[in-house]
């Protein structure tokens, strides 16, 4: 027979300590998991990083627990409050500044596999793009590592993105092509660079191994893009607009089309793993009719400006709303 369920409260009054237990199977962590057995694993990871952050006091809620009262910037998810949870003390503090951004999904060192490709690699093989990297917004920074370092490209046009879930005949006739001359191409590469390795010092044949790593990988992207060539092309009742918003000024259009886009690829299955980049540049941006007083990124660095730090929440919270609209 299963052992009884441990109440959390006691567990914890028995050891003594104020102690963060792990997750453990006999400790259930709500009246619903004791009732119904513990939920059903995450089959899906979504990774969003914004690089101007986010207005910290303006995010995170004053009080603990779950019912804390909305701040202005959660304000758009509150439909959602039941869905999601807010950590905070999770920011890498030795790793501030722009530098170091690209930091955000791979713990202390940029280059490190990233959060999202670790999950890539466990369930990657049962869709027909293991990741999808996408940036809003034209000024693009890495935020997706493999496990040998490789940056992995993010895509910054809606249409590509687009193109790439729902091409046509002539499209995937097109892609094969390119796919299977680059493919000759690497192994070409490849055989000059096994026999260079056998004249050159201990440590450049280290970096060639790293260099093996990354064309290994590429290998298997495009092996695993050619296998999956001839599916049936998902339908989507879903049109683009005329033209690519690229512009800075016009990010905040091309983040919620890229949002549309990653509902639509996780819907039809084609990927579970995605992260999106929100880009952040000196656009000054016009909402609701009214022309904020000065750019995206002179707004992050407020000085505690009680305007600025006004308009930047106002840009904040559309990004908010578009999250929102993408959970709904």
Not at 68 to 95: C, I
Not at 119 to 130: C, L, P
Not at 225 to 242: F, Q
Request: contains cysteine; neutral net charge; hydrophobic residues 35%.
């Amino acid at each position: 027979m299963p052992s009884p369920a441990l109440p959390r409260r006691q567990t914890l009054k028995a050891a003594g300590v104020t102690l963060a237990l792990p997750m453990l199977e006999s400790v259930p962590s709500s009246a619903a998991e004791v009732a119904g057995g513990s939920q059903s694993r995450a089959k899906r990871l979504v990774c969003v990083g914004a690089y101007l952050g986010l207005h910290q006091s303006s995010f995170f809620p004053k009080t603990n627990g779950r019912d804390y009262e909305v701040s202005p910037l959660l304000q758009p998810l509150a439909r959602h409050r039941d869905d999601f949870s807010v950590l905070s003390g999770l920011d890498h503090r030795a790793k501030n500044g722009h530098g170091n951004w690209a930091n955000f999904l791979c713990g202390q060192n940029v280059g490190e596999i990233s959060l999202d490709q670790l999950v890539a690699n466990e369930i990657g093989d049962a869709t027909r793009f293991a990741s999808l990297q996408l940036s809003a917004g034209k000024y693009s920074r890495n935020m997706s590592y493999t496990a040998d370092g490789v940056a992995l490209p993010m895509i910054q046009r809606p249409s590509v993105v687009y193109g790439k879930l729902f091409a046509t005949a002539e499209d995937r006739k097109r892609t094969e092509y390119l796919l299977r001359s680059g493919q000759s191409s690497l192994d070409k590469v490849t055989e000059e660079a096994r026999r260079l390795q056998r004249e050159v010092s201990g440590r450049d044949r280290q970096k060639l191994d790293e260099y093996f790593g990354s064309v290994r990988a590429v290998e298997n992207r495009m092996r695993k893009h050619l296998e999956g060539i001839d599916d049936p092309i998902p339908r989507v009742d879903y049109e683009l607009p005329d033209y690519d918003p690229v512009a800075p000024t016009l990010m905040l259009e091309c983040e919620s089309i890229m949002y549309d886009l990653m509902a639509l690829a996780l819907e039809t299955d084609q990927t579970r793993v995605v992260t999106m980049f929100l880009a952040g540049l000196g656009q000054v941006f016009t909402i609701d009719g009214e022309t904020l007083q000065a750019g995206y990124h002179a707004l992050s660095h407020h000085g505690n400006d009680p305007e600025k730090i006004r308009d930047l929440v106002r840009v904040e919270r559309e990004h908010m709303k578009r999250l929102s609209t993408f959970l709904d």
